[in-house]
């Protein structure tokens, strides 16, 4: 099969179904399958924990989209994070955050993971000298974040490959606000990709989701077994829908893109904006790492504004056709106030963002309704 992006991911691991010819993988809403005898699986399946033809529809697909050897398919971008970081790291390692981590993320190792005994520190990871001093002996994983939600950072993603992996441990990127036609972790050296499939990969808003994809067949092998044994895999028709959605990520991430930039020159005109935070701006201070390891800036634009916090909620309740509303990367426009919003578990420790900032996920709507949209919301 032909590598291209596009190609891969309306076709990876989707054959036409053998029996009926459909060419769109079926929805197998099944819990159990019939055994060929004690111990004889038919086709490989017995209890859809372990094992569903639809979810592994989606992992194969996002594993070639990612150009990784295995995919994993969980119930939701936590999920994916928390049976990834009980695999690889124990009571008393000690893993790197990003300095501006997503709050969920936070969230996962301030209260979950430091009970259980897993050190974190945050770090700027745009600060190679800063990441260098900051491992420990008992440092198993980088934990990066690029772009970062919501400030928009980049992190070099192959040169932190190299420092952790001179430390022995691993790299793991969230590339969720990239998506896989933007970036590509592992070939930069990344060992674990992680996705948050609510967002871009799905793109429509209706579907909760998450992925890990690996370089490495045998921690693959690893991750699979957490996956079982912890459970909180992906259904048969969230896989569908995640897969349905892939198919068009690659026009999706381009109409984004499209519409971002556009986005991005108002606001960056428009006198009530004191900074726009956009990797695709020429004095963002991380345009070119981002632009020698993405193919375009994508569809995350943050910004902050004159009169403080008060105007920024204000902003977010006066858009129309930009929905107030958590999460990102589906076709409609989304605003929020991430100090409220989606980083309030942050607020009083050292990741708080500012209280002036907006957050956009900018959709595929015609883009000049947006501006419109934006432009009364400003004032």
């Given at each position: 099969m032909s590598n291209g992006f596009e190609t891969l991911a309306i076709h990876a691991?989707?054959?036409?179904?053998?029996?009926?010819?459909?060419?769109?993988?079926?929805?197998?809403?099944?819990?159990?399958?019939?055994?060929?005898?004690?111990?004889?699986?038919?086709?490989?399946?017995?209890?859809?924990?372990?094992?569903?033809?639809?979810?592994?529809?989606?992992?194969?697909?996002?594993?070639?989209?990612?150009g990784g050897t295995r995919g994993l398919a969980f119930a939701s971008g936590l999920a994916a994070e928390d049976a990834l970081l009980r695999a690889v790291c124990a009571p008393g390692d000690h893993v790197l955050i990003p300095g501006d981590a997503y709050g969920g993320t936070y969230r996962l190792f301030a209260r979950v993971f430091s009970r259980w005994g897993l050190a974190y520190d945050p770090v700027p990871l745009n600060d190679i000298d800063a990441v260098r001093a900051a491992i420990r002996p008992e440092t198993k994983v980088i934990w990066v974040e690029t772009p970062t939600n919501p400030l928009l950072g980049i992190a070099d993603i192959a040169a932190l490959a190299s420092v952790a992996h001179e430390a022995g441990a691993l790299l793991v990127v969230d590339n969720t606000f990239a998506s896989p036609y933007l970036q590509q972790p592992l070939g930069l050296g990344a060992d674990i990709v992680v996705h948050s499939t609510t967002k871009y990969v799905g793109g429509h808003s209706d579907v909760v989701g998450g992925a890990l994809i690996v370089r490495d067949s045998g921690l693959g092998e690893d991750l699979a077994y957490h996956q079982n044994a912890m459970g909180a895999v992906a259904g048969p028709f969230d896989a569908w829908l995640t897969l349905r959605g892939v198919k068009t990520?690659?026009?999706?991430?381009?109409?984004?893109?499209?519409?971002?930039?556009?986005?991005?020159?108002?606001?960056?005109?428009?006198?009530?904006?004191?900074?726009v935070l956009y990797p695709g701006l020429p004095d963002h201070p991380g345009h070119e790492v981002a632009a020698k390891q993405m193919k375009r800036f994508g569809g995350m634009v943050s910004f902050q504004v004159a009169g403080g916090e008060e105007e920024a909620v204000a902003i977010c309740d006066r858009t129309e056709i930009f929905t107030l509303g958590e999460s990102l990367g589906g076709v409609e426009s989304l605003i929020e106030h991430p100090g409220r919003m989606t980083h309030a578990s942050?607020?009083?420790?050292?990741?708080?963002?500012?209280?002036?900032?907006?957050?956009?996920?900018?959709?595929?709507?015609?883009?000049?309704?947006?501006?419109a949209d934006l432009t009364r919301a400003l004032g």
């Open positions: 691991g989707q054959q036409p179904d053998p029996v009926t010819g459909a060419v769109v993988p079926p929805i197998y809403a099944t819990s159990t399958y019939k055994q060929d005898g004690v111990g004889g699986l038919r086709s490989g399946y017995e209890y859809s924990r372990s094992g569903n033809p639809t979810r592994t529809a989606l992992e194969e697909c996002l594993a070639a989209i990612e990520l690659g026009v999706r991430m381009d109409r984004h893109c499209d519409n971002a930039e556009r986005v991005v020159e108002l606001l960056t005109a428009h006198p009530k904006v004191t900074k942050v607020a009083g420790s050292a990741l708080e963002v500012p209280g002036d900032l907006v957050r956009l996920s900018v959709g595929i709507e015609s883009v000049d309704d947006l501006l």
